[in-house]
């Protein structure tokens, strides 16, 4: 397979990519570098491409089902990555994780039932429920640097970790609990010892996990990633292959239960509103990518890591106001600019009219109430922003120079 160039400045504008293409409408000018939705500015493997090319060779698209190689290429990466040894019967398609968490709160929950997220949060955690009638139970996470500081090159390391009593009272009454696992944003990975306590109190409550595992195959060196699913048959554990190999365009994921009943009461949920069928190229691209993404995933990995890296030791000894959570999974960071003294919108418009960059809004990763304000919790993130580093790295320098610029003209 060779070495995979990574480097390369892939011109993306003008593709539909939602990344690029949305920034008029998400944030009124077209002429900033987007770091903000979460897919990667790599090219997607060409491993994946050319099964794509290949099955196009046959000229009819018609309807399709997921292949005895796709199923065999699913469960050996569960069991080889994650320990999680099962078989197609325990496994249900789904068109996407969102989608997927959509369906499970709609089958597993009635309007007004409690549904407990963790915050800082992707978005979706808090939209789906409220938008589908639930009640939203928000317990705020905390930053913490360990002690002793694990040697790093790139200085202290802050981390967010669940506070347990806060989580243990707010779980209270709740039906489920979406738990992003790695945790976004900031790549946070739970270890075995986290998740058993999250198993042993919402078992004891009477609350399903819903585990959103999309980030997994993103783990960086020298961290590991522990499914849920390996410490608790008391929940649903989506994957997917589309974070890992860029390939999100084709809503492409996995559920995984192990629980008899509540795998019969979801999948014949699921297969009732009939999303298993998925498309052609859903099942062609994942076959391929577990198939024969080990190398291309390892290099990958390296290359993020490296991008971690430089983003820790500019930010250590560039812009030391700058309070991150760098990713252990994924290639998302948290960067908390408050130490700069400006107000959040301050910091908005800095960002993107004078840095030109279009990062995602922390507040957003919090509540907000129907009018589009800040809630309480939402106000914790203010001056918070979220970062994409899964880009060239002289996209992410040059980035990173002009944040800089914007904030401390005159280092």
Known sequence: MGEYDFDEIIKRRGTDCFKWDALKAMYGREDVTPLWVADMDFRSPDFVMEAIRKRCEHEVLGYTMPSQGYWQAVTAWLEKHYNIKTSKDNLHFIPGIVAGISYALLCLTQPGDKVLVTTPVYPPFLNLPKDSGRTLVCS?????????????????????????????????????????NPHNP???????????????????????????????????????????????????????PSKTF???????????????????RFFGWLDALGVAGGNIFAFTAAEAAFAHGEEWLRQMLEYLNENVQALGLFLQERMPK??????????????DFSGYGLTHEQLKDRLLNE?????????????????GATAEIGKDYECCFRLNLGCPKSTLLDVLERIEKSLEPTR
């Open 186 to 240: 900031a790549g946070t990975v739970w270890g075995t010892e986290v998740l058993r306590r999250v198993a042993e109190i919402c078992e004891r409550h009477n609350v399903i996990v819903i585990s959103d595992e999309i980030h997994a195959d993103l783990t960086l060196p020298g961290h590991h990633h522990v499914s849920y699913s390996t410490v608790s048959s008391k929940g649903i554990t989506f994957m997917a």
């Open 355 to 371: 840095a030109k960059v279009a990062l995602n809004d922390g507040t957003t990763f919090g509540v907000r109430d129907h009018k």
């Open 322 to 335: 700058v309070k991150a959570v760098l990713p252990e999974a994924s290639y998302l960071a948290w960067l």
């Open 140 to 180: 705020p996470l905390k930053i913490v640097t360990p002690t002793p500081t694990p040697p790093s090159r790139v200085g202290t390391k802050r981390r967010f970790e669940i506070d347990f009593e806060d989580f243990e009272r707010k779980v209270e009454g709740c039906k489920v609990f979406i738990m992003s």
């Open 246 to 264: 860029n390939i999100a365009g084709l809503g492409s994921s996995v559920c995984f239960i192990s629980d008899e009943t509540l795998r019969k």
